[in-house]
């Protein structure tokens, strides 16, 4: 192994992001706040147009944030109270907080000790008769198995709701992930691969109804001002952040590109016991690059003293917060979850990080396991 000279490395970085496409983030917000249209503007109407098209699906509506799109997904199709929606215990605590917030009842599953994905033997098992829907979450940008959870949403009635917040630009068959539900929801939370300049989110959709009940829901349920039809909140992407994504979305595809080169060097040169699988057919965001280690926490100690910045997503199941206690569930009910979140580190992964910083990681991490071989 060759000697580095000790450098840091940060989990993310939004500036350097920022100063590849400066002269158009600038110009894009300075036309905004020059029109003083700053809600529910032209800008916004662009971007759902051309997010839409990118998607290749007929209708985007944009919205406050990821969190707020799964809640208004799940009110849109008319799921609330008495009603349960299946969804994997290991994923962020926005997808069951949604769930939750409607009032229905989130019924957790195990996942795939390999993909990370939801198992699809244990949803057709948790299906009862109050299930309404399906939720998976494509986690770390990776598809969940949607072939197999179309066919048991479509055998039992169930709606299909995809959690797509953290795969911009992923796809399954060459389809991009968020169309193939009755609704797919986006987060553009910053660090995302398609990330705004604070808060934001947008839901994609093929039913006209859905759409023009979603276009309601996130603006008070108005069908024109002043004029409230039915129920809804103050959930908007406003102008400048929709200007900002604009931009943005023309880089994506590139972006992905280069976080998929530098994922699969960290696939051959890193001496990691496990990273995620990625089956055929399938091509991950790599939002996250994630890494098992069962020295994990002696492992993210070592690289903070190299200076190389990691994350755990996420190292509390949500069966085990505090927060979702009432539903019964235990430590032992989902052992792969359990196991996962004892092992998984996140380590660096974006378009910016230079050759030398990762070969610096991974020559870091192999020095590491072979330093702490059994």
């Not at 002269?23 to 997010?51: C, H, M, W, Y």
């Not at 109270?81 to 769930?99: C, M, Q, W």
């Not at 040169?269 to 994990?296: A, H």
């Amino acid at each position: 192994m060759n000697n580095y000279k000790k450098m840091s490395v940060p989990f993310v970085n939004l500036k350097a992001q920022y100063k590849s496409i400066k002269p158009e983030i600038d110009t894009a917000i300075k036309r905004v706040i020059s029109g003083q249209n700053f809600i529910l503007g032209s800008e916004l109407e662009a971007f759902e147009k051309e997010f839409a098209n990118y998607l290749d699906t007929r209708y985007v509506v944009g919205v406050n944030s990821g969190t707020d799109g799964l809640i208004l997904a799940l009110l849109a199709l008319g799921i609330g109270k008495g009603d349960e929606v299946i969804t994997p215990a290991n994923s962020y605590v926005a997808t069951t907080t949604a769930i939750v917030f409607v009032g229905a009842r989130p019924i957790l599953v195990d996942c795939d000790p390999n993909t990370y994905q939801i198992d699809v033997k244990r949803v057709e098992k948790a299906i009862t008769k109050k299930t309404k829907a399906i939720l998976p979450v494509h986690l770390y940008g990776a598809p969940a198995p949607l072939d197999k959870l179309q066919i048991i949403a479509k055998r039992n009635k169930l709606f299909l709701i995809e959690d797509a917040c953290q795969a911009h630009g992923a796809t399954f068959r060459n389809k991009k992930l968020g169309t193939f539900g009755d609704i797919g929801v986006f987060s553009f939370y910053p660090s995302k691969n398609l990330g705004a300049y604070g808060d934001g989110g947008a839901l994609a959709t093929n039913d006209p109804k859905l759409y023009n009940q979603l276009l309601k829901l996130r603006n008070y349920g108005q069908t024109k001002k002043y004029h409230h039809d039915s129920f809804g909140i103050n959930s908007r992407l406003d102008e400048i952040q929709a200007a900002v994504l604009r931009v943005k979305l023309k880089h994506l595809d590139k972006w992905n590109r280069e976080r998929t080169q530098r994922a699969n060097i960290y696939k051959k040169l890193l001496k990691v016991k496990k990273t995620q699988e990625i089956l055929d057919n399938r091509k991950s965001s790599y939002y996250l690059f994630v890494i098992e280690s069962e020295n994990r926490d002696e492992l993210q100690k070592y690289l903070l003293e190299k200076e190389i910045h990691t994350l755990i997503h996420y190292p509390i199941p949500i069966h085990l917060q505090k927060a979702y206690s009432y539903l019964g569930y235990k430590k032992g009910n989902f052992p792969y979850t359990e196991k996962i979140a004892e092992e998984i580190l996140s380590i660096p992964l974006y378009p910016d990080l230079k050759k030398t910083s990762q070969e610096y990681i991974i020559d870091s991490i192999n020095k590491f396991i072979v330093a702490n071989k059994k």
